[in-house]
């Protein structure tokens, strides 16, 4: 079978959370909910002049032959999954993982090499409504809307390769690019936020402002694993922006929370500014008998 090699940008998009899916919806509710955004996915995909190379179970693999094309796609992904309606209690969102980088292709359309492996390592990185990508892929972006949306969060090292590789995080969602306005007091932009204590159980965590987005949830890859039934696989997190702790709920049954003993709010696919001291509760509301309240303190 003849092959060739080419440049691609690889995409790897799965459904956040289909094993819980499957648990709390049966397997053929689940599968027509999981095949429906696959579906969907598949369709912005081929409108952004991509390939499906193939659909494995939650997970659709595609290939670009623009960086651009590619990271524009994902961005769109997760904007339509924002905009679905709930169905049988549950939302569906994806994690998306990218790379560029020299793959084969087969002549049957399937792709394989260094650059697809490290590119499902991306999507293995990517929590609920992320984009993981490399700096290889955002060296190739010349859409400067889209530069600007990305941001450096860790290094690794990878096989074949002499020094560590970036990873960058592709902020979607408008609100997550900062702004700078002219009407910022040197003051404000220069403030720099106090430390953050996070107590759950016997763990103690410590957020400083340079602390990348904290995850909570069932998820292992968590920061913070909450094992609670009632928890999401990727729940909350908990965000710097500009000296401001922000919370940000990311949830099915939402979060609840409690600061300096005022009356609890509710969030769902919501945000707010911690403030003072405080409780924070995941999918169900603040009794003194729950053990899996998260306290928080300045």
């Known amino acids: 079978m003849d092959k060739t090699q080419q440049n691609f940008a690889i995409m790897f998009a799965d459904v956040a959370g289909s094993t819980r899916l499957y648990e709390r919806l049966g397997d053929q509710t689940a599968n027509q909910m999981i095949n429906g955004a696959i579906n969907l996915a598949s369709t912005l995909v081929k409108n952004h002049q991509g390939v499906i190379v193939k659909t494995i179970g939650d997970e659709v693999m595609c290939r670009f032959s623009s960086a651009d094309n590619a990271i524009q796609c994902a961005c769109e992904i997760h904007e339509l999954m924002e905009k679905q309606p709930i169905q049988n209690g549950a939302g569906l969102v994806f ?18 090499g260094d650059a697809v492996n490290l590119a499902a390592r991306m999507a293995g ?19 400067v809307s889209l530069i600007s949306k990305c941001r450096e969060i860790d290094c690794i090292n990878v096989k074949g390769k002499v020094e560590a590789i970036s990873i960058i995080e592709v902020m979607w969602e408008p609100n997550d690019v900062t702004r700078m306005s002219t009407m910022i007091s040197d003051n404000l932009s220069s403030f720099v936020s106090p430390p953050l204590t996070l107590l759950y159980q016997k763990n103690k965590h410590i957020l400083k402002p340079n602390t990348p987005a904290f995850t909570f949830g069932r998820d292992a890859m968590c920061d913070l694993m909450i094992a609670s039934s009632l928890a999401s696989r990727v729940h909350a997190k908990i965000e710097n922006r500009r000296g401001k702790y922000i919370l940000v709920d990311e949830s099915t049954n939402g979060t ?26 995941f999918g169900e509301s603040i009794k003194s008998h729950n053990k899996f309240l998260l306290r928080f303190n300045f």
């Open 95 to 112: 994690r998306i993982g990218l790379n560029w980088g020299p793959a084969i292709l087969k002549e049957d359309g399937d792709i394989f």
């Open 125 to 143: 990185v990517a929590k609920a409504r992320q984009i993981i990508t490399t700096e290889f892929t955002y060296n190739k972006l010349t859409n």
């Open 256 to 281: 609840y929370i409690q600061m300096n003993k005022q009356s609890p709010i509710f969030l769902k696919r919501e945000e707010i500014t911690l403030q003072g001291k405080g409780i924070i509760s």
